[in-house]
């Protein structure tokens, strides 16, 4: 039988089967005396992944403690003891402090509970302290053994068949605070928490013409403190990475003035839990509310968001997180020799890596130094390339003035496609950099269309004020190509002299800049620069793993499904149909699978038949008659012409008859609108900087004879992420890996994943893609810096 089998796209390398296997056994655990949102998906990742390679999986309850304790705090986990768990915040199996694991006599206990149990691998989600108590364990397993034998507590036979302990770490903080992994599993969520928060403030901060200060967590790392500030368009934020300069109420109190001069009715300020200046000395919401209050005479007001940051419900980004984070986890604990070094799952782009545990411990025990010593830019730098990025950006949009001197460069934004959450933030980021270039700004209203038809006049800093959490697209949007008015939209290039163009939009945009490159052999005055920033909830433009508004979509979806599966509670037996946007692309029907928890997902990518249905509904059937009475089947909207999403709900329900009941839903354009993800706003911001600075240089290399002459290639490019940063390639070069009939790259990234859902949703044999299986990689010589070095 082939129930299940299927392949993770095209192109790839020979796959490993991972078929049921011996392989020991796997406890995963907590040690972490907070808890993070999204630590339940790497729970049940863990263990779905252990079972699936024939493994036992042992739960140990309430963290190093339970591992002491011993008894009922270590229980063998089932398949559907992590089911419906994916949507609940904390984590079920319990976390706590331990001061017994500090001892030796207590490790010597936990040691003692987990030979008796054949346990030999251990997988640790926690904080760097937690994290070092794993790799203490592991380092002293053999004396921890002799001991245990001397004292006639294990039998030589059990010595020897746990003669050595796999260590595998998984990072659970809200703060951002682990070196060398960009997003911690609980990051997102608590950014979408204060983001809430943040939203609702502004909103009577606004009616009211108040300052409000945000106090946000983060005692010893800024990342919650910056990303918000980023992704709020807050006047000033206060970070322990970054204390303020000399003088700073005097430099805050100028910014506060300049803002309401330029058209602002209120003002924002983000405070981390931990900021200090200078002198270390703590910098608190009372301080600077004070100082505004009285110095400004401004209404002030203060709020400190607290635990609320730690609760709710996990994000999309949070549970698929947690998901690859567990079964990467398991796979590498079957990978390890008793030579490999304790490592750490983490996230790098869109990669999984591996990371010397000790080394990531190491390095964020760096930052501290730095900052004790005074070395600000060096703490920065070790936090990663992620948080530098972003520091810069802030720093770019938050505190410099315009210059005095105007560039005589003018350049054009304009929104192609169809509206989604994130473009406006990468217009605001776009239009402020540009300002801050000297250069004049131009807005295009209505897509080509607006183009064409001379709808273009300058935009200002202050217009964009806000821009960063509203939807949709306020330049206004349409899918029209250029096409029939490339010569009136080249007249209105000379007419406006319009030096670049910035195109922010789906597959219409890359289309468009392809045009536009094309009729550069006929109309001189196309010979601009020109990039295109990809921003659909599709995510189908070449040249990007990732589009701005995709999350915000995801998250409508995720959350959505969770809803409807809710909706089922204590009724009978269910299966939900849900059919989710994207055209021929199948990302967020997949996305969405893994962080709903679905049973399949059906996508134009993987072409699926009437057999592979068949097998489905049997699958669901057997389901049916576990303790879990809801089943979930995504499908992508032009997944299969014959297949539609009717056809479907027709044939579960007739051949589910007497086990399971159907219903059908269509999402349709809730999944477009709705305020802008943290995410998506963060990533809009800093690809619409981006694209600015580089239009900038470009504008330089193409001055020739007086005036700005562009035709090469490489003049016309899209802005995309790729893997691990952001990059520029020729919208002509993109053409071979372009299927243009279904308006899809031929390569995708996220089909990698597909087995991933097939395997958490058990089924029997899942073919995995592992040609680009995650490698160890080390984080002291990617940094650079090392503990007192002064660079």
Known sequence: SRKGQHSTGQNQQPDQLYAKQTCGTVSVMFKQPFCATGMNAAVRATVRMGIYTGAKVYFVHEGYQGLVDGGDNIKLATWESVSMMLHLGGTVIGSARCMDFKEKWGRLKAACNLVKLGITNLCVIGGDGS??????????????????????KISAEEANRSSHLNIMGMVGSIDNDFCGTDMTIGTDSALHRIIEVVDAITTTAQSH????????????CGYLALVTALACGADWVFIPEMPPEENWEEHLCKRLIAQRGRGSRLNVIILAEGAQDRNQKPITCDQVKNLVSKKLGFDTRSTILGHVQRGGTPSAFDRILGSRMGVE???????????????????????????????CVQVTKDVTVAMT???????????????????????????????EMKSNINIAIINVGAPCAGMNAAVRAAVRVGIIQGHQMLAVHDGFDGLANGQIEPIIWAQVGGWTGKGGSNLGTKRHL?????????????????????IIGGFEAYLGGLELVTAREMYEELC????????????????????????????????????????????????????????????????????????????????????????NVEHLIEKMK????????????????????????????????????????????????????????????????KSVLWLTNKLKECYRHGRIFANMPDSACVLGMKKRSLVFQPLASLKDDTDFEHRIPKTEWWLRLRPILKILAKYDTVEMDTSEVAA???????????????M
């Open 131 to 152: 994290l070092t108590g794993a790799n203490q364990f592991r380092t002293e397993w053999s004396e921890l053994l002799a001991d245990l034998r001397k004292g006639g």
């Open 209 to 220: 013409q108040r300052t409000f200060i945000l106090e946000v967590m983060g005692r010893h």
């Open 329 to 359: 986890a398991v796979m590498a604990l079957l990978e390890a020799t008793p030579e490999t070094p304790a490592c750490v799952v983490s996230l790098s782009g869109n990669m999984a890596v591996r990371l010397p545990l000790m080394e």
């Open 373 to 403: 010593e005074g070395r600000f830019e060096d703490a920065v730098k070790l936090r990663g390339k992620s948080f530098q990025n972003n520091w810069d950006t802030y720093k770019m949009l938050a505190h410099v003035t315009p210059p």
């Open 482 to 502: 250029p096409g029939k008015n490339i010569e009136q939209i080249s007249l209105n290039i000379t007419k406006f002299n319009i030096h670049s163009l910035i």
């Open 528 to 615: 601009i620069p020109m990039v295109v920033i990809p921003a659909t909830v599709s995510n189908n433009v070449p040249g990007s793993d990732f589009s701005i508004g995709a999350d915000t979509a995801l998250n409508t979806i995720t959350m959505t499904c969770d809803r409807i599966k809710q909706s089922a509670a204590g009724t009978k037996r269910r299966v939900f149909i849900i059919e989710t946007m994207g055209g021929y692309c199948g990302y967020l029907a997949t996305m969405a699978g893994l962080s709903s928890g679905a049973d399949d997902a059906y996508i134009y990518e993987e072409p699926f038949h009437i057999r592979d249905l068949e097998l």
């Open 626 to 689: 576990t303790s879990v009475k809801r089943g979930l089947i995504l499908r992508n909207s032009n997944a299969n012409e014959n297949y539609t999403t009717q056809f479907l709900y027709n044939l579960y329900s007739e051949e589910g008859k007497g086990t399971f009941d159907c219903r059908m839903n269509v999402l349709g354009h809730m999944q477009q609108g709705g305020t802008p993800s943290p995410f998506d706003r963060n990533f809009g911001t800093k690809m619409g900087s």
């Open 776 to 790: 160890m990689e080390h984080v002291i010589k990617k940094t650079g810096l090392v503990k007192g070095d002064k």
